[in-house]
């Protein structure tokens, strides 16, 4: 009990160099062998979505107009901008390494972070490897880590927000405060989904300290305006760029104007749609197919510990934070027409998986409440092996039919663009006909052909660009000698808006592909 009391004065005691150094080690070691086992797999990147990162990252400086101009409306800008540099190697760019190695130093630094925070909430170095067991020995995170998608990056600004606000609520450290501020403003600018711990995140700052109520209203005033300036900031990016400071929201590549289309071309409604309940049962089954039924269980079980334990349950309270992203998800399912498809339930088929992994940081956190503080060394070591064999069990369980089968490595492989139709026989018409010359094309829409042809994003004009789209509305021989055109798309939207404006222009390949729609490549005429 000695112990255990200079542990609760003093945190720091819990972590000698040794063990940090242990710690450090293991976890770069498993980031690093689970990294170059998806790459060797060819596997980290098959998602459209991670493509599209890719292009949008090398667009910022391989581009007509590089920087600024060229970040977009739908993808928040800060993936983007830590890619930018690796994604001008043609390798890394083309293999997606560029992305994946962003994503494996962000799971790396969130490792880290949940192991201290869970020392740091629990007094306890038992309940740090727990919750680092949790969180590194989910097969589906692992593979997320090693792609260039962004729910890593997201996952770490969170953590990193979470751990500074139980320092502050600890400490009273204006530090503290502004460092958790900053985690946010940065995390907002990652994913949409660490909009809505703002609030939340406030509302804890307000009653994290003793102290009057002007004192605590104004630390909650400072949090929010640092953290609140990120989703401040989009807005008026999207005011000023594209004319609409909800573009993101409501224009034609958000979700809303996605899901609009579909339902005037194939009246297919999601089966969330409107439903809470139906939202909820999809998320769940998507918990239990990302992170596994046994985690949750210890989850909901480290929840009930918590709200049973008086004595700790104010000093670990931040980690409720953690369990915004289920609301959140619900939310958006069912009113905000966000698609989540799971192989088990109608349509029986894989999309947007990945969410669910928002919620393991939650799920690796609160099991180690169950280790106890008090008590004998035995019992605690004792609790502690049931949860490493438990999760030791569901990661062999997870993993069991190999890498291409884990459900979120699964959907890359269904549903990768590259195993489209057109994708390919555009990159094969690129392959032997393209002889050089600007290329007018939508953006993401083709994320395949380039890297494959080597073609760079300097030689294209996109609805990116914006000046130099509004000049291929009027005299795109001007400045493009190729165009590749998909039927609903932007350029497919420009030629029927202005098809005067593309008389010298003549079609040099034409396909329509059951099931994904037409391809055709147009060519200026020779003068």
């Known amino acids: 009990m000695r112990d255990n009391a200079l542990l609760q004065s003093n945190p720091s005691e819990l972590l000698g160099i040794k063990t940090r150094l242990t710690v450090a080690a293991v976890i770069v070691i498993v980031a690093s062998a689970s990294l170059a086992f998806f790459f060797s797999r060819g596997l980290i990147n098959l998602y459209g979505?991670?493509?599209?990162?890719?292009?949008?990252?090398?667009?910022?400086?391989d581009s007509r107009t590089p920087g600024y101009i060229e970040i977009g409306t739908v993808w928040l800008p800060v993936p983007h901008l830590l890619m930018s540099l690796p994604a001008q190697n043609d390798f890394l760019w083309r293999t997606g390494l560029a992305g994946g190695v962003i994503s494996t130093l962000a799971f790396i630094l969130a490792c880290w972070i949940i192991f201290r925070l869970s020392c740091r909430m629990n007094v306890s170095l038992m309940a740090g490897i727990a919750a680092l067991a949790g969180f590194m020995l989910c097969p589906n995170m692992l593979y997320l880590a090693s792609t260039p998608l962004t729910e890593p990056l997201a996952v770490l600004f969170v953590l990193l927000m979470v751990y500074e606000l139980l320092k502050f609520r600890e400490t009273g450290k204006s530090g503290a405060l502004v460092a958790a501020a900053l985690a946010g403003f940065v995390g907002t600018l990652t994913r949409y989904e660490c909009w809505s711990l703002l609030p939340f995140a406030a509302l804890f700052v307000f009653w994290a300290k003793a102290g009057n109520r002007s004192e605590r209203f104004r630390g909650a005033l400072v949090f929010s305006l640092v953290a609140g300036a990120g989703p401040l900031l989009w807005v008026l990016h999207n005011a000023y760029r594209f004319e609409n400071p909800l573009?993101?929201?409501?224009?034609?590549?958000?979700?809303?104007?996605?899901?609009?289309?579909?339902?005037?071309?194939?009246?297919?409604?999601?089966?969330?749609?409107?439903?809470?309940?139906?939202?909820?049962?999809?998320?769940?089954?998507?918990?239990?197919?990302?992170?596994?039924?046994?985690?949750?269980?210890?989850?909901?079980l480290g929840i009930m510990a918590w709200a049973a334990d008086a004595s700790r349950r104010a000093q670990r309270a931040a980690a409720l934070l953690l369990l915004v992203?289920?609301?959140?998800?619900?939310?958006?399912?069912?009113?905000?027409?966000?698609?989540?498809?799971?192989?088990?339930?109608?349509?029986?088929?894989?999309?947007?998986?990945?969410?669910?992994?928002?919620?393991?940081?939650?799920?690796?956190?609160?099991?180690?409440?169950?280790?106890?503080?008090?008590?004998s060394r035995r019992l605690r070591t004792g609790v502690l092996a049931t949860i490493l064999c438990i999760i030791g069990l569901q990661c062999w369980w997870t993993a069991r039919f190999g890498a291409a089968?884990?459900?979120?490595?699964?959907?890359?492989?269904?549903?990768?663009?590259?195993?489209?139709?057109?994708?390919?026989?555009?990159?094969?018409?690129?392959?032997?006909?393209?002889?050089?010359?600007?290329?007018?094309?939508a953006a993401g829409k083709w994320p395949c052909a380039l890297p494959e042809v080597g073609i760079a994003f300097r030689q294209t004009v996109s609805d990116a660009s914006t000046e130099a789209w509004r000049k291929a509305s009027m005299q795109p021989e001007t400045i493009v000698e190729w165009i590749v055109r998909g039927n609903d798309e932007p350029v497919d939207w420009l030629m029927r808006a202005h098809p005067?404006?593309?008389?010298?222009?003549?079609?040099?390949?034409?396909?329509?592909?059951?099931?994904?729609?037409?391809?055709?490549?147009?060519?200026?005429?020779p003068d």
């Open 247 to 300: 573009a993101f929201y409501e224009g034609p590549f958000s979700a809303k104007g996605i899901y609009a289309r579909q339902l005037a071309t194939t009246a297919f409604r999601l089966p969330t749609d409107g439903s809470y309940l139906v939202s909820i049962r999809y998320y769940l089954e998507d918990l239990r197919l990302v992170i596994g039924v046994w985690p949750l269980v210890l989850c909901l």
């Open 325 to 375: 992203p289920f609301p959140f998800h619900i939310q958006s399912m069912a009113k905000a027409a966000v698609p989540l498809y799971v192989p088990t339930l109608f349509p029986n088929t894989y999309w947007n998986l990945r969410l669910g992994a928002e919620m393991l940081p939650a799920a690796a956190l609160f099991p180690a409440f169950l280790i106890p503080l008090g008590g």
């Open 500 to 525: 005067e404006a593309f008389g010298r222009f003549e079609i040099v390949f034409l396909e329509n592909v059951p099931g994904e729609g037409s391809l055709t490549v147009y060519r200026k005429k």
């Open 405 to 441: 089968e884990l459900a979120v490595a699964r959907e890359g492989v269904l549903n990768s663009p590259c195993r489209t139709r057109r994708q390919q026989l555009l990159t094969e018409y690129l392959r032997a006909h393209y002889d050089g010359g600007p290329i007018l094309l």
């Open 49 to 61: 979505d991670s493509m599209a990162h890719l292009e949008g990252a090398r667009r910022i400086l």
